[in-house]
């Protein structure tokens, strides 16, 4: 499960190399701060200004560089994060980019950007409470009769997901083909939420953006499965969670 991360690891000790300097880059499409709102709108494209990609270890944790400039967030904080596999994975991002940069590519940086700046200002409880709310509409306990073709796919993508939830947090879930959905007991919200207060902010944060978003997946389960569950990472070989 870690032999990618390591190669991630491994790979990247040439970024964590070079040596920076003391400037700074935005990641917006100015150097300006933005505003909140503005920050955090639909990603645009921007020509590359920079050369080469290095990471360095800080006070808070660890630096991209672009060049000479760290690298800072929409809200023009300083891009720090909280361990070597991640810096290598976001500063990757940045290296891979051709003549132009395409913000909606960089999923890990987005993500990132979110976990530093909490653009919606919720607290940890707030986030814990969001996700677990989740459960009243996940789009994976709710189920189809017919046709049987849509029936079957349901099946076999999703049950594995909720069994593999129910089995790791020892809760009930279930799925229902009422317009209503599942009745989900109390019992398992006071778990995942007891649950989810071992997570940092940068975790819970990571959960929320793929969560809530329709077009990521309407689901808290197939959050906490990517966030958690190696069998859904297998491309990257580790998970969010083994990254921070």
Same mark, same amino acid.
């Given at each position: 499960?870690?032999?990618?991360?390591?190669?991630?690891?491994?790979?990247?000790?040439?970024?964590?190399?070079?040596?920076?300097?003391?400037?700074?880059?935005?990641?917006?499409?100015?150097?300006?701060?933005? $505003?909140? %709102?503005? +920050?955090? !709108?639909?990603? /645009? @494209?921007?020509?590359?200004?920079?050369?080469?990609?290095?990471?360095?270890?800080?006070?808070?944790?660890?630096?991209?560089?672009?060049?000479?400039?760290?690298?800072?967030?929409?809200?023009?904080?300083?891009?720090?994060?909280? $361990?070597? %596999?991640? +810096?290598? !994975?976001?500063? /990757? @991002?940045?290296?891979?980019?051709?003549?132009?940069?395409?913000?909606?590519?960089?999923?890990?940086?987005?993500?990132?950007?979110?976990?530093?700046?909490?653009?919606?200002?919720?607290?940890?409880?707030?986030?814990?409470?969001?996700?677990?709310?989740?459960?009243?509409?996940?789009?994976?306990?709710?189920?189809?009769?017919?046709?049987?073709?849509?029936?079957?796919?349901?099946?076999?993508?999703?049950?594995?997901?909720?069994?593999?939830?129910?089995?790791?947090?020892?809760?009930?879930?279930?799925?229902?083909?009422?317009?209503?959905?599942?009745?989900?007991?109390?019992?398992?919200?006071?778990?995942?939420?007891?649950?989810?207060?071992?997570?940092?902010?940068?975790?819970?944060?990571?959960?929320?953006?793929?969560?809530?978003?329709?077009?990521?997946?309407?689901?808290?389960?197939?959050?906490?499965?990517?966030?958690?569950?190696?069998?859904?990472?297998?491309?990257?070989?580790?998970?969010?969670?083994?990254?921070?």
């Amino acid at each position: 499960m870690w032999r990618s991360c390591l190669r991630l690891r491994d790979g990247g000790r040439r970024l964590l190399n070079r040596a920076p300097g003391g400037r700074t880059a935005s990641v917006g499409p100015g150097l300006s701060p933005q $505003s909140p %709102a503005r +920050a955090y !709108a639909p990603p /645009t @494209e921007r020509k590359r200004f920079y050369q080469n990609v290095s990471i360095t270890q800080g006070e808070g944790g660890f630096e991209i560089n672009l060049d000479h400039r760290k690298l800072k967030t929409p809200q023009a904080k300083l891009f720090t994060v909280p $361990s070597e %596999a991640l +810096a290598i !994975a976001v500063a /990757t @991002e940045w290296d891979s980019q051709q003549d132009t940069i395409k913000f909606y590519t960089m999923h890990l940086t987005t993500l990132c950007n979110t976990s530093l700046d909490n653009p919606t200002q919720r607290n940890k409880d707030q986030l814990i409470r969001a996700t677990v709310k989740f459960l009243d509409t996940d789009t994976i306990c709710y189920r189809v009769e017919e046709p049987e073709t849509l029936v079957e796919l349901q099946k076999n993508e999703w049950d594995p997901i909720i069994e593999w939830a129910e089995k790791r947090y020892g809760v009930e879930i279930g799925s229902s083909t009422s317009i209503m959905g599942p009745s989900v007991p109390a019992k398992t919200r006071e778990v995942l939420v007891s649950h989810l207060a071992s997570y940092n902010m940068w975790a819970l944060q990571a959960l929320q953006a793929h969560t809530v978003p329709a077009e990521v997946s309407s689901s808290s389960l197939i959050g906490l499965s990517w966030l958690t569950n190696p069998s859904v990472n297998q491309s990257l070989g580790c998970t969010w969670g083994q990254m921070l």
